[in-house]
């Protein structure tokens, strides 16, 4: 592919690699959330609510910095993850860390959503016939919630797709490590006569977000017509 | 096997405070809505945490607040036919009838499965999914699904209210095949005096949170003093056998040594059936009377006389077919002079008696 250089090009590649496992890692979070928000009552659920949203409406430039501050390497987080081998500062596992964040609340919402649309008599039903609480939400709950959790999961991907704010001020933008598609585009047009390169990542981003979405509304209407009993 | 049941329970005014026995067979919680049976069967379940109480399948304790027992409705092993199915939308009908199977301690055998499915007709929907099935198949479905997980009672509250009349004849069948071939103890709720009609084994009449009254079916419903849905409502039951279809379209029964005409009902001479005979739909007369067009003219002493607030009276008279409520007026009661032990003749219109009265 010559129109993309090679920089262009582990752009994309490592952008593909955060993404996705931001969306992993966010998911059994997400999940827990949801869950807790959807079904419990407990004190402090007010807070959690909040601090859920929180990335949505901070200035990702802000969610970054306190990323940077709790995981940096003096970081009180940082320092006793490196303990432990695990080091998010400026590294490709920090943009992820960063992506994840900044897509919890559209993946927490996803999902939230479906888990309220679950009728509990279903769960009554399943517990009368002799489930326990955990096989009643993975035999009824979490198959009836399926499309919530992919339409989450895939808004999340794209959302890590896009995300440079948070990532640019935590992670910095270092070619190869943690240069994503955004940070890349924009690197390109800081230097004259890149313009041209930048155009071609902008196509790839402009792609890969209708590609999602296309995948979004093919899976999710798939699934929501298995799970509707028709 | 026995259920005893004893609650009380508060919530927004309404008080409940009942206890009960529900033995062998179907156990009619029989009220009006608002009188407390869905509460009491949640109760029973475990979907409801009552203020007080004690539930115990004979020994088996399944809920005492005073000794702070309350089994999780999953370790109960009672199976639940709710009103509205409630059958899992994922799964196809096969999945559904095998999904409790994987949870009972003693699973039921491949060859229990194909039984249930061969009495409740089931065979041609065990690929489709519920969103393909009509209201009667997909109640159907959940007594199966229920039956299935090897329940140690079956509970039911209001399975019928959602169907249609055609759909209540399709179900009400299979209920009684329950009760008289799987043997299953049932405790089912409903507002419908032909349902219990027909079902009950025990009655168990609800009103405002409170038993008005309790016992073997024919007994509670032949009490005058039991109206627990009005006294429009009320009618006694006979038990008769099926002896001839007449070439006229109808279908002469016998109860007790006395002949009934019905208009035609199915079945074989022979067959046991039950008689609703709805209090409203009798005359009574002193004398027996000639000349009439009525074919049913029974023979009773009269039991009790319960007046009613209006100018109504319910009147309970012992006759050889059982007993029979009549609901005539005080004037009435009065001018025959009507009395406990006073001889006289019910008289029943053979029409008057609706199919779905008798089964």
């Known amino acids: ?230 | 096997m026995s259920l005893s049941v004893a609650l009380a329970h508060r919530f927004g005014g309404f008080a409940l405070d009942v206890a009960f026995e529900a033995p062998a067979g179907i156990t009619v919680l029989f009220g009006r809505s608002g009188s407390g049976k869905s509460t009491i069967v949640d109760a029973v379940a475990g979907l409801l945490r009552p203020e007080l109480g004690r539930v115990a399948l004979d020994g088996r304790v399944l809920l005492d607040t005073a000794a702070g027992i309350a089994l999780p409705p999953h370790r109960r092993r009672l199976g639940y036919v709710f009103q509205d199915g409630r059958l899992f939308p994922h799964l196809t009908v096969r999945q559904n009838l095998g999904y409790g199977r994987r949870f009972a301690p003693r699973p039921a055998p491949a060859a229990e499965m194909a039984r249930v499915v061969e009495m409740l007709g089931l065979g041609p929907l065990l690929e489709r999914r519920p969103g393909r099935l009509s209201g009667g198949e997909k109640q159907r479905v959940a007594i199966g699904r229920a039956l299935l997980a090897s329940p140690d009672m079956i509970l039911a509250d209001e399975p019928l209210a959602a169907l249609d009349e055609a759909r209540k004849a399709e179900i009400l069948p299979y209920f009684e095949r329950l009760r008289d071939e799987v043997a299953i103890p049932v405790l089912y709720v409903s507002h419908s005096a032909a349902e219990v009609a027909r079902l009950a084994t025990t009655v168990v009449a609800l009103s405002d949170g409170r038993v008005v009254g309790q016992g073997p079916a024919l007994e509670v419903l032949g009490d005058p003093m039991v109206t627990p849905t009005g006294v429009r409502d009320v009618g006694a039951v006979l038990e008769a056998r099926l002896v001839a279809h007449h070439p006229d379209g109808l279908s002469e029964l016998e109860a007790g040594g006395l002949p009934l005409l019905l208009p035609r009902v199915a079945g074989a001479a022979g067959r046991r059936l039950r008689v609703r005979i709805a209090a409203q739909d009798v005359i009574l007369s002193r004398a027996r009377p000639e000349g009439l067009s009525a074919l049913n003219i029974l023979p009773g002493t009269v039991d009790a006389i319960r007046p009613g607030d209006g100018p109504g009276a319910l009147v309970s008279l012992r006759t050889p077919a059982g007993t029979l409520l009549a609901r005539v007026t005080r004037r009435s009661a009065q001018a025959l002079g009507l009395a406990p032990g006073v001889a006289c003749h019910a008289v029943v219109k053979t029409v008057a008696i609706a199919p779905g009265d008798v089964g």
Do not use: C
């Open chain 1, 1 to 230: 592919m010559g129109w993309l250089g090679a920089e262009a090009w582990s752009a994309i590649l490592l952008s593909l690699k955060v993404s996705f496992w931001a969306t992993l890692g966010a998911l059994p979070f997400g999940l827990l959330a949801a869950y807790a928000l959807a079904r419990w009552r407990f004190p402090g659920r007010g807070l959690l609510n909040g601090l859920v949203h929180l990335p949505l409406i901070l200035p990702p430039v802000v969610t970054g910095y306190l990323l940077l501050l709790a995981f940096g390497t003096r970081g009180p987080l940082g320092a006793a993850l490196a303990e432990v081998g695990i080091v998010f500062a400026f590294r490709w596992t920090g943009a992820a860390l960063a992506a994840a964040i900044m897509a919890f609340p559209l993946m927490v919402r996803a999902i939230r959503l479906s888990l309220e649309a679950v009728d509990p008599g279903l769960e009554q039903a399943s517990a009368t016939l002799g489930a326990p609480p955990w096989r009643v939400f993975t035999t009824v709950t979490l198959p009836l919630i399926l499309p919530g959790i992919l339409a989450g999961a895939i808004l999340a991907f794209a959302k890590a797709m896009g995300e440079f704010g948070a990532t640019i001020t935590f992670v910095s933008n270092i070619p190869g490590q943690t240069q994503t598609i955004p940070s890349a585009i924009y690197a390109f047009l800081q230097v004259p006569g890149a313009e041209g390169a930048a155009l071609a990542l902008v196509a790839v981003s402009v792609v890969v977000a209708l590609a999602a979405l296309a995948l979004a509304e093919v899976v999710s209407r798939r699934v929501a017509r298995r799970v509707s009993g028709a």
